[in-house]
């Protein structure tokens, strides 16, 4: 991948940490750092599901954003976003309007690279 492409990828993935973030009135440095706190981990788990869902980013790219070490963390948030989707409405119905809401920004925002 070259560099400007890789730019703009994490580019895109760094609008959706920040957008969830403000939404969900959780700070960015609460998200990229270690706290396994049950509300902050959740939050981190839709970012990786929406970054997946939206983006070209491998698991590497998305691990590398949050701040983590590995991209077999990646995997298992995207799980467990997809777990949270089944077992709630009320998640199910906030990732879907985060993902209208990014899908509309990303479309028609032309990014910083």
Same mark, same amino acid.
């Given at each position: #991948?070259? *560099?400007?492409? &890789?730019? *703009? +990828?994490?580019?895109?993935?760094?609008?959706?940490?920040?957008?969830?973030?403000?939404?969900?009135?959780?700070?960015?440095?609460? @998200?990229?750092?270690?706290?396994?706190? =049950?509300?902050?981990? &959740?939050?981190?788990h839709? @970012?990786?599901?929406?970054?997946?869902? +939206?983006?070209?980013?491998?698991?590497?790219?998305?691990? =590398?954003?949050? $701040?983590?070490?590995?991209?077999?963390?990646?995997?298992?948030?995207? $799980?467990?976003?997809?777990?949270?989707? !089944?077992?709630?409405?009320? !998640?199910?119905?906030? #990732?879907?309007?985060f993902?209208? !809401? +990014?899908?509309?920004? +990303? *479309?028609?925002?032309?990014?910083?690279?």
């Open positions: #991948m070259n *560099k400007r492409k &890789q730019r *703009k +990828l994490y580019a895109e993935i760094n609008f959706i940490i920040n957008y969830i973030s403000e939404e969900c009135e959780i700070g960015v440095r609460d @998200i990229q750092s270690d706290t396994r706190a =049950k509300h902050i981990a &959740q939050v981190r839709v @970012i990786v599901w929406a970054s997946r869902l +939206l983006t070209s980013a491998t698991w590497s790219n998305i691990s =590398k954003a949050l $701040r983590r070490t590995d991209h077999s963390t990646a995997i298992n948030s995207y $799980r467990r976003a997809l777990m949270l989707r !089944h077992q709630s409405t009320h !998640h199910r119905l906030c #990732m879907d309007r993902i209208s !809401h +990014l899908r509309e920004e +990303l *479309k028609n925002r032309p990014l910083d690279v």
